[in-house]
């Protein structure tokens, strides 16, 4: 079966830098997603990976490893504001998306 | 982002009534997805639309019925319910549904709720 796996929930303080770990298995793979959801919101688009290796995008960084079927979103320079659940998502063969279940990640002053 | 809008946003159904969810997208995408979100659970993928035409129904039950008229809105039909339905329900759209790297943008959702 398909399955993907994050920590359900993760604490890091203001101003600290904090990895979301995703592990996947799937039926073929055509890129892997990270979303940000805040509670009551839309998921947002963060980060697209399919190739092996780290894409930056500000204080935000996504890293791939296909061999390993693992993947990491890197929060530096946390903010409050960076509450959220983020949400780990892969590309199947047939062109869906498998979810994780979400990190809900707390940010403390 | 007013990319992708849903009416209503929040709803509360008793089990015989017979409501529909609207999806609008103002991204000019050719796929619409329906999704059902429950806490702690993945998203699950109920129905994908792919140039209007229905492309994926992941074993989903007959009291949910999609329709989708045109490339820019979509409708989830709902009738006698059940408890265990009462999710977050929401619409994504991306530029189509068969290619890789495609991101799907989504609405807020309509929060429902069934007695």
């Known amino acids: 079966g398909q399955n993907i796996d994050q920590p359900t929930e993760m604490t890091a303080t203001e101003g600290a830098i904090v990895q979301i770990n995703c592990t996947y298995q799937?039926?073929?793979?055509?890129?892997l997603f990270w979303y940000q959801q805040h509670a009551g919101e839309a998921p947002t688009f963060l980060s697209y990976?399919?190739l092996d290796g780290l894409e930056e995008k500000g204080r935000f960084s996504s890293f791939l490893s296909r061999s390993k079927g693992y993947s990491y979103l890197l929060l530096k320079e946390l903010q409050m504001k960076d509450s959220a659940s983020y949400l780990c998502?892969?590309?199947?063969?047939?062109?869906?998306?498998?979810w994780g279940a979400g990190t809900k990640l707390i940010i403390k002053p | 982002e007013t990319g992708v809008t849903q009416t209503p946003r929040h709803l509360v159904m008793g089990m015989t009534n017979k409501k529909s969810l609207k999806c609008e997208q103002h991204?000019?995408?050719?796929?619409m997805y329906w999704y059902k979100q429950s806490a702690k659970k993945p998203l699950e993928l109920m129905f994908v639309?792919?140039?209007?035409?229905?492309?994926e129904n992941n074993s989903v039950p007959s009291r949910f019925s999609p329709e989708c008229p045109n490339s820019s809105h979509l409708f989830l039909h709902l009738h006698t319910l059940q408890p265990e339905d009462s999710a977050l329900y929401l619409c994504?759209?991306?530029?189509?549904?068969?290619?890789?790297?495609?991101?799907?943008?989504f609405g807020p959702g309509t929060r429902l709720t069934v007695l």
């Open positions: 994504a759209s991306s530029q189509d549904g068969g290619s890789g790297g495609n991101t799907q943008y």
């Open positions: 991204l000019g995408h050719n796929a």
């Open positions: 639309y792919n140039f209007k035409e229905q492309t």
């Open positions: 799937t039926s073929g793979f055509n890129g």
């Open positions: 990976n399919v």
């Open positions: 998502a892969v590309m199947d063969s047939n062109y869906q998306l498998i």
